[in-house]
């Protein structure tokens, strides 16, 4: 279900990625109108010229009429009022999100060829958990909303249907113009990871990137914190062990073990100094009780570590 919910929404936001090309276009189709201006002869020149002046003409007319149409059917169309009184109200409920782009750049190019994106990218969102988090709650809240807009905006449509004028060409421009008024938010995400390694001679750069979307940074961010909770509770752990140490404890240990060490079995009528030992460390998950406690002398506990007996 979620998988299909985000295929949908990602339509939306590839129509934000667009970029507007040069219009190089442009530039050579005014060269090649123009070129005829020097090269035809005086009466053809005329012709032509007039000829494109009524084009120009045409075209302004047209973008006039338009705009005026346009101011017509927002004076006089009820659905295309309603449509901006929710546009007022929306504008207001949509949060802006952009995507993001993040550069790394390597020292090495085996540090380039190793790396792993992924892991790269839980550490970016590690960085500022908070910021990727708020992003998750807005496009969230955007699609709620968005979901109650589109539906208050077919309901307009709905109950105009029958109301709105008889004319069939102010319909279809009315149609339009509702059309073009219906505000798009930000409904996905994409944060984009670029790995680069540039080359000392700044001759080679090499780049890799991957992007991420709103459920591979919700999928990070569930690990996050999955491993922030295993740590907090592994020192918790440590900490807690270490406090149930006591004299007492200690006592019971010592007595147990008949106040000799149990590796080389020297006591302290011997001059050695006891210690109490953790058989598995706390550090690997060991207990502070009787079963996993044991007399070892200093030199005998110094040379163990943290190593299993
Ligand atoms: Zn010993």
Redesign the pocket.
């Known amino acids: 279900m979620k998988l299909k919910e985000d295929d949908f929404y990602k339509r939306f936001s590839d129509e934000e990625n667009i970029t507007k090309p040069i219009k190089w276009n442009i530039v050579i189709l005014v060269f090649i109108l123009a070129l005829p201006i020097i090269l035809l002869p005086e009466v053809l020149k005329i012709i032509y010229i007039s000829m494109i002046l009524s084009i120009l003409a045409y075209v302004l007319l047209k973008v006039i009429s338009i705009k005026i149409i346009s101011s017509y059917i927002n004076k006089k169309s009820l659905i295309m009022h309603e449509l901006q009184d929710l546009n007022k109200i929306y504008t207001q409920k949509f949060h802006s999100v952009s995507n993001d782009k993040h550069d790394i750049f390597m020292k090495s190019k085996k540090h380039f060829d190793n790396v792993n994106i992924d892991k790269e990218a839980y550490e970016v969102i590690q960085l500022q958990l908070y910021y990727y988090n708020d992003i998750i709650d807005k496009i969230n809240s955007n699609r709620k909303v968005f979901e109650e807009y589109n539906a208050k905006t077919n309901e307009v449509l709905i109950n105009h249907k029958n109301h709105t004028q008889k004319n069939k060409w102010f319909k279809s421009l009315e149609q339009k113009a509702f059309e073009s008024e219906i505000i798009t938010p930000m409904l996905n995400y994409k944060l984009d990871i670029y790995i680069k390694y540039i080359t000392n001679i700044r001759e080679n750069t090499y780049v890799k990137n991957k992007a991420f979307d709103l459920i591979d940074i919700k999928d990070i961010i569930a690990d996050i914190l999955f491993d922030n909770e295993f740590k907090k509770t592994y020192e918790f752990h440590k900490k807690s062990e270490r406090a149930k140490m006591n004299d007492k404890l200690r006592f019971q240990v010592f007595k147990r073990d008949h106040y000799q060490?149990k590796?080389?079995?020297?006591s302290e009528k011997e001059g050695?100094k006891l210690h109490v030992d953790h058989i598995i460390p706390i550090s690997k998950g060991g207990e502070t009780t009787l079963n996993n406690l044991q007399t070892?002398?200093e030199?005998?506990n110094l040379g163990k570590g943290d190593e299993y007996l």
């Open positions: 060490c590796i080389c079995g020297t050695a070892l002398c030199s005998c």
